[in-house]
């Protein structure tokens, strides 16, 4: 249990507060005016370390710039995508606002109205990737003894606005394949088996087993800042995807040509196809002769491809957990979650059943 003392200054009496903090350390906080001020200290002081979140005040003195360096060094389980993505958000919008200021100087206010100032200039997922950096920096700080609570708990982030998912038809497929050339094999392999792209641009010839019509996704290549990364599929985990026999016309010949371990899609250096070079000179010209075609084809992305392949595998009669596994979903929740619309024929379908489960029990009764 700690003291209170009283001690004489120029400007009056003055009281101190001698204590213990949970590491048996002796320490003190002096220049209180009044020993109700200094008794009420002390007795906040010691329920905190009761309750195990007592804080030592010269640790929350530490700036956000010295404590941000130390949590992206400790983001070690994360994506190197994702690595890059807080270092972004770190130097360019984080930094510069609060890299100077202590932890124990940042208010609750205070980042609310830095979240709704950038809601004014970004888009509503761009501002949730930038609060969720501070908001890392911030619970690391907690973690780490130097704050009690997470001024950035709480926040209220700009609303998202869900965009609507491109899906194409089996004609519409084929068709948009046909304007691609030379690339429609890959057209049909995204269509149809919902491969991320860097899944795809990974994929080898000894990962595709034409007799069962299985592809074999374990590996991925990403783009950072313009260099390939290799790594692991989303998630963490491979996982087997079935592939329709129409998706493997032109695997078989890129197979024949492929050295292993070479991937099957080459760019024109000869090295791994680059979405960014891929969309500009082939998907996006094909794309609007697609529209020019079809008056109903929609404008899509690379993406909208995966969003295809559960659309049409949905259509087919596919069960959700087969989707979950065919994506790559961490589970059938979230499978449920992004593609909600494809299953609105079951909620006919619930009332279909109601109907005659209904009508037969009345039957029964009479």
Known sequence: MGSVESYETAGGKRYRVQYRTPDRRNTMKRGFKTKREAEQFLAITEVSKLRGDWVDATKSRTTIAELADAWYDAQVQIKETTRSGYRYNLDRHVMPTWGSYRLNEVSHSAVQSWVSALGKELGPSTVRQIYLVLAGVFKFAVRDGRLAKSPADGVQLPRLKKRPHGYLTHSQVMLLAEECGSWGDLIRLLAYTGLRWGEMAALTSDRVDFER??????????????????????????????VPALALVGLAERAKTSTTPDTLFRGADGGVVRAGNFRSRVFIPAVARCMAIDSTFPRITIHDLRHTAASLAVASGANVKAVQRMLGHASAAMTLDVYADLFDDDLDAVANALDRHAAESVVVKM
């Open 213 to 242: 019509r299985r592809l074999n996704i374990s590996v991925a290549v990403t783009e950072v800042r313009g260099a390939l990364v290799w790594g692991t599929p989303k998630n963490h985990e491979g996982r087997s995807v079935p």
